[in-house]
Nanobody
Framework: VQLQAFGGGLVQAGGFLRLSCAASGSIFRINNMNWYRQAPGKQRELVASITSGGNTNYADSVKGRFTISRDDAKSTLYLQMNSLTPKDTAVYYC???????????????WGQGTQVTVSS
């Protein structure tokens, strides 16, 4: 199983970006999916989560600005980021709890990260 994140880039403050994270491989089902971010010199933090049932959770710092969603038919996770500020500058990582087809066991997989830079 592989997760590939893309959609990052350079944007001005107040702008928006949409991140995507596509899962591929021997997938039976995907349970929870999450977006994390890590700013320079800081620990990785959870930004948003979505369950297989569509329940969502957000860090206080992004509530009202970011929206997490998923398309299970495409095995893809999204993060719509609006009203971006320089504080949102970080490498954004996705992960997913995947039940693999061969063993029906669950494993957590991470994407490679995509850089988001917000200029003031």
């Amino acid at each position: 199983v592989q997760l590939q994140a893309f959609g990052g880039g350079l944007v001005q403050a107040g702008g928006f970006l949409r991140l995507s994270c596509a899962a591929s491989g021997s997938i039976f089902r995907i349970n929870n999916m999450n977006w994390y971010r890590q700013a320079p010199g800081k620990q990785r933090e959870l930004v948003a989560s979505i369950t297989s049932g569509g329940n969502t959770n957000y860090a206080d710092s992004v509530k009202g600005r970011f929206t997490i969603s998923r398309d299970d038919a495409k095995s893809t996770l999204y993060l719509q980021m609006n009203s971006l500020t320089p504080k949102d500058t970080a490498v954004y990582y996705c992960n997913a709890d995947v039940i693999v087809r061969d063993s029906l066991r669950q494993f957590r997989y991470w994407g490679q990260g995509t850089q988001v830079t917000v200029s003031s």
